[in-house]
């Protein structure tokens, strides 16, 4: 089956990083990418949104057909898993698990353990979830991605759809937690509202 692009990068969901259970290395030289959005409402019911209710993350993802908790998990905490489908068959899809959470600073650090076959070095990339109140009702979100690519000539043209995700990912969050529409790859809403927001900042890292 022939894997495009896109679906690389949503597949990878902004945090991909070992296949065993232990952390990665992160030994290796790797690229980054960080985007950030405000949005309007209180940094606790984002942070909800986006990490406490894991397992939903297709409530907001517009590269996402379903997602699901498994192997037991119940609620987004160190060691939950969830399953994401990225075609209406399900038979592209990645399991990630959450292995670092500060419900107090609202950052989290989230991997995928399993996936279809992607070019990407799993043992040389991660990611961080994080919410920052604005004190003024309302919040920032974003998303930090650390990663290197498989081969690792990749990178380059990689980062340009990476970025894309991530700004795209972060719409699609925004519009669900101030209006409470979803936003997936079932409904196609994104393509609806998508020029209605302002573009996520890409911010600059060391």
């Not at 939950?80 to 068959?89: L, M, V």
């Not at 519009?175 to 994104?190: F, L, P």
């Amino acid at each position: 089956m022939k894997i495009t692009m896109t679906t690389f990068v949503a597949g990878l969901l902004l945090s991909i990083c070992s296949t065993t259970m232990l952390a990665q290395s992160m030994s290796k030289r790797y690229r980054t990418l960080k985007v950030e959005t405000q949005i309007n409402a209180p940094a606790n019911k984002v942070w909800r949104a986006m990490v406490l209710d894991y397992g939903e993350i297709a409530n907001f993802s517009p590269y996402i057909y379903a997602s699901d908790y498994i192997s037991g998990s119940l609620k987004g905490e160190k060691g939950a898993e969830r399953k994401c489908s990225f075609n209406r068959k399900g038979s592209r899809w990645t399991h990630e698990r959450i292995v670092e959470i500060d419900n107090q600073n609202m950052v989290m650090r989230n991997i995928v353990i399993d996936a279809q076959k992607f070019p990407l070095d799993m043992d040389n990339s991660q990611a961080y979830y994080r919410v920052k109140d604005n004190g003024d009702g309302t919040s920032t979100a974003s998303y930090e991605f650390q990663f290197r690519t498989k081969p690792a000539f990749m990178g380059a043209i990689a980062k340009g759809s990476f970025r894309k995700t991530l700004a795209g990912t972060l719409v699609g969050l925004k519009h669900y937690i101030e209006t409470g529409e979803k936003v997936n790859a079932t409904n196609d809403k994104y393509k609806e509202i998508k020029e209605k927001y302002p573009k996520p900042t890409l911010v600059k890292t060391k």
